[in-house]
C-alpha cells in the first residue's frame, strides 16, 4: 500500500487499491469482534442483537466507502453525501449499539481489561467523550471540509480521502456514543445535557445543509449541491429520527428502573404515625430502619 | 374520556401530560409546516436568499427542536397512558398551546423580523400574514382555556 499514496485517484487502480484497503479495514473490525464473541468468556452471555448491530455497521460502512458509491463520489457531489448520510450518521449506530468496548473488557484477561478501563476512565477520555466534544468534531469537521478546498483536495489523494473518510466514522461513532452509547463510562453526562447537545448538533446540522444550497463546495455544480443539501437535511432528518428514538428508549427504561427501585424501597415504608395511638393494622410489619436504597434497589440495615 | 375530577392526579403527572402535549403540537405544527408549505404546495421555499446566517442557525435549531420534541412527546405520551389517570382534555390543550405557539413564532418572528422564509412569494402576502397569525391566536387561546379547565377539574374536591 505504499505506492497508493502517489498514486492520483483518477486512475482505475487508484480506486480499487482503496477499495482493498476498506475491505480490509472493515472486514478486520467484523472478525474481530466475531472473535471476540465467540471466545469462551464472552459466549454464553452476549446478547444476539449487538452482533447484528456490528455487522449491520460494518455492512453500512462498507457499502458507502467500497464500490459504485466511493467510486461515483467523485464526479457526483449527492453520492459524496449519501455516503456521507451512511457513514458518519447510520454505521455508526448499529456500531455504538454493538457495545463493542463492553465485549472487549469481558473477554480480555482480567490484567488487560483493567489496564483498558482505567485508560478509559482517564479525564482525557472522558473530556474526548463528552457529548460537546463529539459534536464539536463533527460539526466543525463538516464546516471545514465543505467550506474549505478540502472537500477538492480530498479526490485528489488518497490518504487524504482515507483520513476524512476516515475521521467522518470515527467522529460519528464518538458522538453517537456519547449520546446513546451503552458502553461503560464513569460520569456519564447527565439526560439533560445529552439532549441539549442533541438538538444543538442537529440544528447545526440542519443549518449547515442550507447553507450548502447557496455555497456549493469548491468544484461542485449548483444544481448537484441543491439536490445533495436537501439530501443532507432530509436524509439527516431521518437517521436523526432513528437516534432520537433510541435516545428516549433509554431514557424511558432507566426511567422506569429508578421507579422500580423506589417503589421496593417504598414498599417497607408504612405510614404509621397519624396522631392516634392507633395499633397497626394486621398484617403489617413496622418499619424496619434501613438505609436509602441504592440505584441497584440494595438496602443496607442500620445498626 | 375526561378525567374524573374524583381521581387525584400528582402534579408531576399532570406536568408530563401537558408536556407530551406541548410538546407534541410544536412537532405536529412543524411538521404539517414542512409537509403543506413546503413540500405539497412548494409555498415556503428550501432556503430563501434573503436569510442571514443567525436566520439559518436559528432555523436549523428551530427544526431539530421540533423533531426532537415530536419523538420526545410520544415516549411521554406512552409514560402518562400507562400511569393511573390522565386528562385527555389537558393534553389537547397542550397540544393547541404547543402548535399555536409555534405558529406564532413562525408567524412574527421568523417571518417578520428575522425574514428566513414568506408564506408564499409573488403575492401579496399581508392576508396570508393576517390568516397565519389569526389562527395562531386562536389555537393559544383554546389550549389555554382547555389548560385550564383541566386544571380546575383536578382542583375540584373528592365527593
Known amino acids: 500500500m505504499s505506492g497508493m499514496a502517489a498514486m492520483p485517484m483518477a486512475t482505475p487502480s487508484g480506486v480499487h487499491g482503496l477499495a482493498w484497503f476498506w475491505l480490509g479495514l472493515l472486514g478486520g473490525a467484523w472478525s474481530l469482534y466475531l472473535a471476540l464473541r465467540c471466545s469462551t468468556r464472552a459466549r454464553n ?5 449487538r452482533s447484528l448491530f456490528w455487522s449491520a455497521g460494518i455492512i453500512t460502512a462498507g457499502i ?27 454505521a455508526p449506530i448499529g456500531l455504538v449499539l454493538a457495545a463493542p468496548v463492553t465485549l472487549t473488557l469481558r473477554t480480555l484477561p482480567a490484567p488487560a481489561a ?26 466543525g469537521g463538516l464546516w471545514a471540509l465543505y467550506s474549505t478546498r478540502l472537500m477538492a483536495e480530498m479526490h485528489r489523494h488518497a490518504w487524504l480521502f482515507i483520513l476524512i473518510h476516515g475521521h467522518l466514522l470515527l467522529a460519528g461513532c464518538l458522538f453517537t456514543a456519547a449520546i446513546i452509547g451503552i458502553d461503560p463510562i464513569r460520569h456519564r453526562p447527565s439526560w439533560r445535557t445529552r439532549a441539549v447537545v442533541l438538538v444543538a448538533a442537529m440544528g447545526a446540522h440542519a443549518a ?30 431521518l437517521i436523526d429520527a432513528v437516534l432520537i428514538t433510541v435516545f428516549c428508549w433509554q431514557w424511558r427504561r432507566a426511567a422506569q428502573a429508578r421507579g422500580r427501585a423506589l417503589n421496593a424501597g417504598r414498599r417497607q415504608r408504612v405510614p404509621l404515625f397519624d396522631g392516634s395511638a392507633k395499633p397497626l393494622p394486621a398484617g403489617v410489619q413496622p418499619l424496619e430502619r434501613t438505609a436509602p436504597a441504592n440505584a441497584m434497589g440494595q438496602r443496607r440495615a442500620l445498626r | 374520556m375526561d378525567a374524573d375530577p374524583t381521581t387525584r392526579q400528582s402534579p408531576a403527572q399532570s406536568d408530563h401530560t401537558l408536556l407530551s402535549g406541548l410538546l407534541l ?22 432556503y430563501d436568499r434573503s436569510t442571514s446566517s443567525a436566520g439559518l442557525v436559528s ?13 420526545a412527546a ?86
Not at chain 1, 452471555?45 to 442483537?49: A, E, L, M
Not at chain 1, 483498558?116 to 460539526?139: E, K
Not at chain 1, 445543509?209 to 432528518?237: E, F, I, W
Open chain 1, 114 to 139: 483493567r489496564w483498558i478501563a482505567r485508560r478509559l476512565s482517564s479525564r482525557l477520555v472522558r473530556g474526548l467523550a463528552h457529548p460537546a466534544t463529539a459534536a464539536l468534531l463533527n460539526l
Open chain 1, 208 to 237: 449547515l445543509a442550507k447553507h450548502l444550497y447557496a455555497a456549493p463546495p469548491t468544484g461542485v455544480s449548483a444544481a448537484q449541491a441543491r439536490a445533495a443539501s436537501q439530501l443532507m437535511y432530509y436524509g439527516g432528518d
Open chain 2, 59 to 71: 432555523d436549523g435549531l428551530f427544526h431539530a427542536f421540533s423533531w426532537f420534541a415530536t419523538i
Open chain 2, 74 to 159: 410520544l415516549f411521554l405520551f406512552a409514560d402518562v397512558r400507562r400511569r393511573a389517570a390522565w386528562s385527555r382534555r389537558r393534553w389537547a390543550g397542550g397540544i393547541a398551546l404547543g402548535a399555536g405557539g409555534f405558529q406564532l413564532y413562525d408567524g412574527i418572528i421568523q417571518h417578520k423580523l428575522m425574514r428566513l422564509h414568506q408564506i408564499r412569494y409573488h403575492v401579496d402576502v399581508v392576508p396570508y400574514d393576517l390568516a397565519w397569525n389569526v389562527i395562531a391566536v386562536i389555537l393559544i387561546v383554546v389550549g389555554v382555556a382547555l389548560a385550564r379547565r383541566s386544571r380546575d377539574a383536578l382542583r375540584a374536591p373528592r365527593q
Open chain 1, 64 to 90: 458507502a466507502v467500497i464500490g459504485p458509491m466511493a467510486s461515483g463520489e467523485r464526479a457526483d457531489f449527492r453520492l459524496h453525501m449519501a455516503a456521507h448520510l451512511l457513514l458518519g450518521m447510520l
Open chain 2, 25 to 46: 403540537g410544536v412537532g405536529v405544527a412543524a411538521f404539517v409546516d414542512e409537509a403543506i408549505f413546503h413540500q405539497l404546495l412548494h409555498w415556503h421555499h428550501f
Open chain 1, 45 to 49: 452471555r452476549w446478547p444476539w442483537p
